[in-house]
């Protein structure tokens, strides 16, 4: 008989159900999936996202908070400056997962286009 893996939702114990929804809230908000997008291309400072997205300095250290909590940034000090980047880039699939539900869910409900 095959072992289900940890990371196998249906056989998640049940206590770890808040942690995944904790998760799924973090990544439930434009700002912290623009900034996931922006981390994509490689670990950037707040500064370089700061000149990226032109949001405030407070506004973005707030946002990639709440994403290192969730566990889906890294930050790494070098010198005088924090980097951050994606902590596990499997975050992706799940990302694309949703985009491509998404994209269904509109294709699905669009009226019929005229000709």
Same mark, same amino acid.
């Given at each position: 008989m095959a072992t289900k893996k940890r990371s196998d939702f249906s056989a998640l114990p049940e206590g770890l159900l808040e942690t995944v929804a904790?998760?799924?809230r973090a990544l439930?908000?434009?700002t912290r999936l623009a900034l996931l997008r922006a981390l994509k291309e490689g670990e950037k400072t707040?500064?370089?996202l700061v000149a990226c997205t032109h949001w405030t300095q407070p506004n973005i250290s707030? =946002?990639?908070s709440i994403l290192a909590r969730a566990g889906l940034v890294s930050r790494t000090k070098r010198g005088?400056?924090?980097?951050y980047g994606i902590a596990d880039t499997r975050i992706f699939n799940i990302c694309e997962g949703v985009?491509? =539900?998404v994209d269904r869910v509109i294709h699905r409900y669009?009226?019929?286009t005229r000709r």
């Open positions: 904790g998760c799924f439930g908000d434009p707040v500064q370089d707030r =946002h990639l005088a400056f924090v980097f985009c491509a =539900h669009a009226p019929p």
